[in-house]
Nanobody, 122 residues
């Protein structure tokens, strides 16, 4: 059974940076596609970024492209989300997720972490 634990959230001012981490444990935890999603109050959860199992393919949502970067270290079973130039609209709970099916990198995730809060003050 794969478990995902996010960390690194917090309060930051507009224009600041944070790096989120997602530690994975369990069988085949390093062999799945990993993604980051976020959910702001009274909004639906939305896709942020994803990275393929060997890290050679990444995909970022338009809203974060050029500001956020997803990466992974399979030796550490950890996925990262480097967030720069943060804006108040980036405020949300950020979730890490994993999938092992092929197809779209934005859907089909099977395992989710508990989330970490990111708050950007104006």
């Amino acid at each position: 059974q794969v478990q995902l634990v996010e960390s690194g959230g917090g309060l930051v001012q507009t224009g600041g940076s944070l790096r989120l981490s997602c530690a994975a444990s369990g069988l085949t935890s390093s062999s799945g596609t990993m993604g980051w999603f976020r959910q702001a109050p009274v909004k639906e959860r939305e896709f942020v970024a994803a990275i393929s199992r060997n890290g050679d393919n990444t995909y970022h949502a338009d809203a974060v492209k050029g500001r956020f970067t997803i990466s992974r270290d399979n030796a550490k079973n950890t996925v990262y989300l480097q967030m720069n130039s943060l804006k108040p609209e980036d405020t949300a709970v950020y979730y890490c997720a994993a999938k092992w099916s092929y197809g779209s990198m934005t859907t089909g995730y099977n395992v989710w972490g508990q989330g970490t809060q990111v708050t950007v003050s104006s």
